[in-house]
């Protein structure tokens, strides 16, 4: 069975910190998509960043940034420069190759930003 | 382009009674799924339809179901709702094969009295 496992429930940074978050999944497949999404309080979820797991080279978006290391099934999510506005439920998420978009999610992770 | 929208937002409802619940695509995104977000279960899979035809299905009961029209528009319907499910139901839209990036919808919070 394909699982997500977050092992976090929450987590705080103080304000301009920096702060990673783990993940790890389990997979047989070797073509695949993993996926943080963050959720803000009461307001819908968004994609921070994603990884396709055939490229080597770790993803990055402006302060978010992965270390994906394959061959131990792990994807971690740092963020630079934390903001009040980095407040959220942060959810890693895989999906397999090709042409299905059926997400294994994991539990979350609650981060607070503390300024 | 307008984001995937939901509708309603709020729900309630009382046991025994049906739902069915709306979700529009962004434009041009043939691919739809919904997911189930309780405090308890976390995020799980319900159902992926693309071009009308359901693909893959998670582990619900029978009644969960869904559909998709010809414009992409999808709808879920519950029938014989429970206490359990109670939940925040999120749609999400992909363009198709090719591009696996949900995006997602606000969701519609249904409370079952």
């Known amino acids: 069975a394909q699982t997500v496992t977050q092992s976090q429930p929450e987590m705080s940074v103080q304000e301009a910190e920096t702060v990673t978050l783990s993940c790890t999944y389990d997979?047989?497949?070797?073509?695949?998509?993993l996926f943080w999404y963050k959720q803000p309080p009461s307001r819908q979820m968004i994609l921070v960043i994603r990884q396709e797991a055939y490229k080597q080279q770790n993803a990055t978006e402006n302060r978010f940034s992965v270390n994906f290391q394959k061959a131990a099934k792990s994807f971690s999510l740092k963020i630079s420069d934390s903001q009040l506005g980095d407040t959220a439920m942060y959810f890693c998420a895989f999906c397999t190759l090709p042409g299905t978009y059926k997400y294994i999610f994991g539990t979350g992770t609650r981060l607070k930003v503390l300024a | 382009k307008a984001g995937v929208t939901q509708t309603p937002r709020y729900l309630i409802k009382t046991r025994g009674q049906q739902v069915t619940l709306s979700c529009s695509p962004i434009s041009g995104h043939r691919s739809v799924s919904w997911y189930q977000q309780t405090p308890g279960q976390g995020l799980q899979f319900l159902f992926e339809?693309?071009?009308?035809?359901?693909?893959n299905k998670g582990n619900f009961p029978g009644r969960f179901s869904g559909r998709q029209f010809s414009n992409s528009r999808s709808e879920m319907n519950v029938s014989t709702l429970e206490l359990g499910d109670s939940a925040l139901y999120l749609c999400a839209s992909s363009s198709g094969p090719g591009e696996e990036t949900q995006y997602f919808g606000p969701g519609t919070r249904l409370l079952v009295l």
């Open positions: 997979t047989s497949e070797n073509n695949y998509y």
């Open positions: 339809y693309f071009s009308e035809t359901q693909r």
